[in-house]
């Protein structure tokens, strides 16, 4: 999942509302609060406060349901996220077969800790409970593309070429 919204990321004036403000115009009254904050959090990236309260100040519904379906799924996020989303699968199979190892190649090479963005706003990692490639293990996707049997060595070519690359 790639952004397309870095000049809003850390924006939250009322300018970056015009984008919500189309996102209303596009979802009838009926469309369920989970597909409003998918569409919502694929336009900014995340899902800003300030969006999240305009989102019920429109709907005229509580905030605290709003902040409640987004916290319960954790497909939805609340802070930005950089270009690429490491996801470092941290389920069993993966577990056993050194993922410790990975996020400590990870926190190292990208010199960050887990859902920080790096410097140059192009990483963020996360670890999540399981991938289903427990074949593959130890195994990350990087937004769509999965990358197993993962060393070290493979992690910090992975990103070399990545960074390397200008995408």
């Known amino acids: 999942?790639?952004?397309?919204?870095?000049?809003?990321?850390?924006?939250?004036?009322?300018?970056?509302?015009?984008i919500l403000e189309q996102i209303l115009l596009e979802c009838d009254e009926e469309?369920?609060?989970?597909?409003?904050?998918q569409k919502v959090q694929n336009s900014y990236g995340y899902l800003p406060e300030?969006?999240?309260?305009?989102?019920?100040?429109?709907?005229n519904i509580k905030e605290a349901k709003v902040y409640g379906v987004a916290s319960f799924y954790s497909q939805f996020r609340m802070k930005p996220?950089?270009?690429y989303l490491i996801m470092l699968c941290q389920g069993t199979a993966c577990h056993v077969n050194g993922s410790a190892a990975i996020e400590s190649a990870l926190k190292d090479i990208l010199d960050v800790s887990e859902g920080e963005i790096t410097p140059d706003g192009l990483f963020t990692y996360i670890n999540v409970a399981c991938?289903?490639?427990?074949?593959?293990?130890?195994v990350m996707m990087i937004n769509d593309q999965t990358y197993a049997k993962l060393t070290y060595d493979k992690v910090n070519s992975i990103i070399s070429?990545?960074?390397?690359?200008g995408k």
């Open 31 to 37: 469309t369920n609060l989970i597909t409003l904050l």
């Open 1 to 18: 999942m790639t952004c397309s919204c870095q000049n809003i990321r850390n924006n939250n004036t009322r300018e970056s509302l015009e």
């Open 50 to 59: 300030n969006v999240m309260k305009e989102i019920a100040i429109k709907r």
């Open 131 to 138: 991938l289903g490639c427990c074949s593959l293990a130890p």
């Open 161 to 165: 070429e990545i960074r390397g690359s």
């Open 81 to 83: 996220i950089g270009k």
